[in-house]
C-alpha cells in the first residue's frame, strides 16, 4: 500500500508519454523532438546551477574592479614620472567619480555590484589624494577637503537617485576615514572637520527624508572624535603645537557649536514635526555634541565665556520645558517626555550654577524645587524638584550646616542662603500632593523630600536652643550641655513626626520619626555616654525612654482614631 501513489505517478507519467508519441505519429509536421518532454532539472542541479552562475558573476565584477584599481596605479606611475603631476591627478580623480557613477548605473537588485564600484572607486580617490596631498605637495588640505566634500555630494545625489544603499554607506564610511586620517596627516583640522560636519548635515537630512538612516553614527563618530581633537590640541600649551597653524578664536569656536546645531535641530525637527520616538543614537549625539560645544566655549571663549555658556543652558532647559509639556507630556509613548525633560532638568542645573551668585542661586533653585513639586503631579517632575532641593542644599551649605548642628562640636552660623532652602525644603514637603494607595516610587520620593525637610528643622531647632540657651546664661554652653539639647531636640521632632503623620495620614513622616529613633539611640552611645557628665546622661536615656514609648502609641492611636 505504502508504494500504491508512487506507482499511480509513474503509470500516469507513462501514459502521458504514449499519448504525446501517438500524437506526433499522427501529425508528423511536428517533430517528435519538440513534444518530447524535457525533463526539468532537480532542485539540487538548480541550485548548483544558480550557486555557480552567481559566483562567476561576482568574480567577474571583482574582475573589474580590480582593473579599474590598477588603472589608478598606472595613472600615479604616470604622474610621478610625468611634468605635469596635476593633470594627471585630475584625471585620475575624475578616474574615481566615473566609478562612483558605474556604481549608481547598474540594476537595483545587484547590490553586491553596486557596493563593488563604489568601493573601487573609494579606494582609488583616497590613496591618491594622500599622494597628492602629502607626497607630491599638488593639493593643499582645503583642496583637499573640498574634493572629499566633493565626492560624497556626488554619492549622496547619485545614491538617492538611483536608490542605491550600498553607493551611501561606502562613501560615506571610505570618506569619513580618509578626511580623519588626512586631517591628523596633514595638520590641519580645521578643513577637514569642515567636510565631516557637511556629511553630518547630509546624514541627518537624509534622516528626515527616510533615507539610510543607519549611516548616521558612523559619520557622528567620526566628527565627534575630529572635534575633540581640536580641542586637545589647540587647548595645550603653544610650544607643544608649533607645527599646527594658529587659529583664531572664531575658527576655534565655530566647529564644536556647529556640530550641535546640526543634531540639535535635527533632534528636534524629527521629534516635534515629524512626531518621531527620539531614538537611543539621538539622544546619545545630542548629548555628546552639548559637551563638545560646552567644553569648547569654556576653552576657547576669550571673554565671559562661562557667563555665555550658563545663559545658554538657562535658555535651552526652558525651551526643554516648554517643548516636553506642551507637545509630549500627553502622548501614550513616554520617551520623547523623559529625554526632554531630562534635558531640561540637567541643563537648569548647569546653567545656575554657571552664570548665578551664591545666595541667587540658592534662592533660584529653591523655587525652581517647589514649582517642580507642587504645581505638577507628575513623577518625573516632582523627582526633578527633589534633584534640585537637594543641590541647593549642597550649594546653599544645609547639608554641611545641619551635620554641624546635629553631629558637630558646636553648631555652626546659619547662612541666610541655607535659611532659605529650609525654608522651600518645609514648603515642599508639607503641599506636595499625595494619591490615595500610591506605589512605592512616589512614597520614596515623598520620604526623600519630608527626610530633608525633617532634617533642616530639626538643624534649625538645635541652633535656635543653642543660640538661646547662649543669651540667657551669657555663656557658651558646654559639650555636654550641646549633646542633651540635641537629644531634646531630636526626640521632639520624632514625637512630632509621628503624630503628623498619622493625623494627616502622611506614611513617610511615620517612618521617619522611627528612623529618627535610631538616630538618638546611637546618638545616646557615641555622644551622651561619651561626655561623662552623669546628670545630662541620665536626662538624655530618660527623653528617650519616654519617646520610645510615646511615639508607637501616638502613631496607633491616631491611625485608629481614623
Avoid at 118 to 142: C, D, N, Y
Avoid at 180 to 199: E, R
Avoid at 260 to 286: C, D, H, M, N
Avoid at 315 to 321: D, G, T, V
Wanted: overall charge positive; glycine content about 4%; aromatic content about 10%.
Amino acid at each position: 500500500m505504502e508504494t500504491l501513489p508512487g506507482t499511480l505517478e509513474a503509470i500516469t507519467a507513462r501514459l502521458q508519454s504514449l499519448e504525446r508519441r501517438v500524437e506526433a505519429l499522427e501529425h508528423p509536421s511536428t517533430p517528435l523532438s519538440a513534444t518530447a518532454v524535457i525533463p526539468a532539472p532537480s532542485t539540487k542541479e538548480a541550485a548548483e546551477e544558480l550557486s555557480f552562475a552567481h559566483t562567476g558573476s561576482l568574480f567577474s565584477v571583482l574582475g573589474k574592479a580590480m582593473l579599474g584599481i590598477a588603472g589608478a596605479y598606472l595613472l600615479r606611475a604616470v604622474a610621478e614620472s610625468t611634468a605635469q603631476p596635476r593633470l594627471l591627478g585630475a584625471i585620475a580623480i575624475l578616474y574615481a567619480l566615473l566609478w562612483l557613477v558605474a556604481a549608481a548605473r547598474v540594476p537595483a537588485a545587484a547590490w553586491i555590484e553596486s557596493t563593488i564600484y563604489a568601493g573601487a572607486s573609494a579606494l582609488i580617490l583616497a590613496p591618491m589624494l594622500w599622494e597628492l596631498t602629502l607626497s607630491f605637495k599638488i593639493l593643499s588640505a582645503t583642496a583637499t577637503a573640498a574634493i572629499l566634500a566633493i565626492f560624497v555630494l556626488a554619492a549622496t545625489l547619485l545614491a538617492w537617485k538611483h536608490d542605491r544603499a550600498p553607493l551611501f554607506w561606502v562613501a560615506y564610511l571610505i570618506a569619513a576615514c580618509a578626511a580623519l586620517a588626512l586631517s591628523i596627516a596633514s595638520q590641519q583640522l580645521v578643513p577637514f572637520i569642515a567636510t565631516l560636519l557637511l556629511m553630518a548635515l547630509l546624514a541627518e537630512y537624509a534622516a528626515t527624508r527616510g533615507h539610510q538612516r543607519s549611516v548616521r553614527p558612523l559619520v557622528a563618530a567620526a566628527a565627534d572624535v575630529a572635534i575633540w581633537a581640536l580641542i586637545f590640541i589647540y587647548s595645550s600649551p603653544q610650544s607643544s603645537r608649533t607645527q599646527y597653524p594658529e587659529l583664531t578664536a572664531l575658527w576655534l569656536l565655530l566647529p564644536g557649536c556647529l556640530l550641535f546645531l546640526i543634531y540639535g535641530v535635527s533632534v528636534v525637527y524629527q521629534t516635534t514635526f515629524l512626531a518621531r520616538k527620539i531614538t537611543i543614537f539621538e539622544t546619545g549625539q545630542a548629548i555628546i555634541a552639548f559637551i563638545l560645544a560646552a567644553v569648547t566655549i569654556l576653552t576657547f571663549a576669550t571673554r565671559n565665556g562661562v557667563l555665555i555658556l550658563g545663559a545658554l543652558c538657562l535658555l535651552f532647559s526652558f525651551a526643554c520645558y516648554e517643548t516636553a509639556l506642551r507637545l509630549f507630556v500627553n502622548k501614550s509613548e513616554r520617551r520623547n517626555f523623559h529625554v526632554f525633560a531630562a534635558w531640561a532638568a540637567a541643563l537648569l542645573l548647569a546653567g545656575s550654577f554657571l552664570c548665578l551668585p551664591p545666595l541667587w542661586l540658592a534662592i533660584f533653585l529653591g523655587l525652581a524645587a517647589m514649582a517642580a513639586t507642587l504645581l505638577t503631579s507628575r513623577l518625573t517632575l516632582n523627582a526633578y524638584g527633589l534633584l534640585f532641593l537637594l543641590a541647593a542644599s549642597v550649594a546653599s551649605g544645609l547639608l554641611e550646616f545641619a551635620f554641624q548642628a546635629l553631629a558637630g562640636t558646636h553648631p555652626a552660623s546659619l547662612p541666610l542662603s541655607a535659611a532659605i532652602v529650609a525654608a522651600c525644603a518645609l514648603v515642599s514637603s508639607a503641599a506636595s500632593k499625595h494619591q490615595p494607595q500610591e506605589s512605592w516610587k512616589p512614597q520614596l520620593l515623598h520620604l526623600a523630600t519630608a527626610a530633608l525637610a525633617a532634617f533642616a528643622l530639626a538643624a534649625l531647632l538645635v541652633r535656635g536652643m543653642v543660640s538661646l540657651v547662649a543669651m540667657s546664661t551669657s555663656t557658651t554652653p558646654q559639650a555636654h550641655s550641646i549633646a542633651f539639647l540635641r537629644t531634646l531636640i531630636l526626640c521632639a521632632v520624632a514625637l512630632a513626626l509621628a503624630f503628623a503623620g498619622a493625623r494627616w495620614r502622611r506614611v513617610e513622616l511615620t517612618r521617619i520619626a522611627y528612623a529618627a529613633l535610631a538616630l538618638v539611640a546611637v546618638k545616646l552611645l557615641f555622644e551622651d555616654l561619651r561626655q561623662g557628665h552623669l546628670a545630662f546622661i541620665a536626662a538624655a536615656i530618660f527623653l528617650f525612654a519616654l519617646t520610645l514609648i510615646a511615639v508607637p502609641r501616638l502613631a496607633h492611636k491616631e491611625w485608629h482614631s481614623h
